[in-house]
């Protein structure tokens, strides 16, 4: 089956380091969305990517879609302690509904 | 408008006794998704369910789980004779039947312990 894997799995930057995680999938995806789950709460939906190539901003956050439809990056610009937490890649499959998660990134912060 | 509404948050069962959790989708979703999350992991999909229909249980074990969302009222994940290793938190959440650019919402999860 869809196996989505994320790279590292513990990330610990000074506040206002750059911070990225990136995500491969196995099989070419029909888009790719990103969570934010904090310690103790829930993941919370950030973005999805459809197309090819994809590029989208929130702000410090930075969404990429590679080429192939099977991986992709989130970068953070200048963290701040507010963006404590785990970032989850999450892929859907051509004709799918279902979302198969990623391992997940766990930031922290050193103030 | 009410999110998607998880109850019990925090549920206490001793080895053998059953589980019953429920979700209430958003207003407007029509598809339902169960998720279990062990501590310091990831998110793994059990089943995937529409009103009246189970859609995708490929990540349910076999044995002891069963999933429902009936016609009226919640969707319920049930555990018969829980063990240690049920003990997790159970999030549910729910789309609309066209995504779109939307994602998942997910409730604030149940957090199960098995004594």
Redesign the interface.
């Known amino acids: 089956g869809q196996q989505v894997m994320q790279i590292p799995q513990y990330q610990h930057v000074q506040e206002g380091e750059d911070f990225t995680t990136y995500c491969n999938s196995s099989t070419t995806l029909s888009n790719i969305q990103w969570y934010k789950q904090r310690p103790g709460g829930h993941p919370v939906f950030l973005i999805q990517l459809v197309k090819s190539g994809e590029v989208k901003k929130q702000k410090r956050l930075t969404f990429q879609f590679g080429e192939a439809k099977k991986n992709s990056s989130l970068h953070i610009t200048a963290t701040q302690t507010t963006d404590v937490g785990t970032y989850f890649c999450a892929g859907q499959d051509f004709g799918n509904e279902k979302l198969t998660f990623g391992t997940g990134t766990r930031l922290t912060i050193i103030p | 408008n009410a999110g998607v509404m998880q109850n019990p948050r925090h549920l206490v069962r001793r080895r053998g006794q059953e589980a019953r959790l429920r979700c209430s989708p958003m207003k407007g979703h029509s598809?339902v998704?169960w998720?279990r999350q062990l501590p310091e992991?990831?998110?793994?999909?059990m089943v995937?369910l529409q009103k009246e229909n189970i859609?995708?249980e490929?990540g349910m074990p076999k044995e002891r789980f069963s999933a429902e969302f009936p016609k009226e009222g919640p969707s319920i994940l049930r555990i018969q004779q829980v063990v240690r290793g049920d003990s997790a938190a159970y999030?549910c959440?729910s789309?609309p039947r066209f995504?779109g650019?939307?994602?998942?919402?997910?409730?604030?999860?149940t957090r199960l312990t098995v004594v």
């Open positions: 598809h998704y998720y992991e990831g998110l793994k999909f995937y859609i995708d490929s999030f959440a789309s995504q650019y939307q994602g998942y919402t997910f409730g604030s999860g």
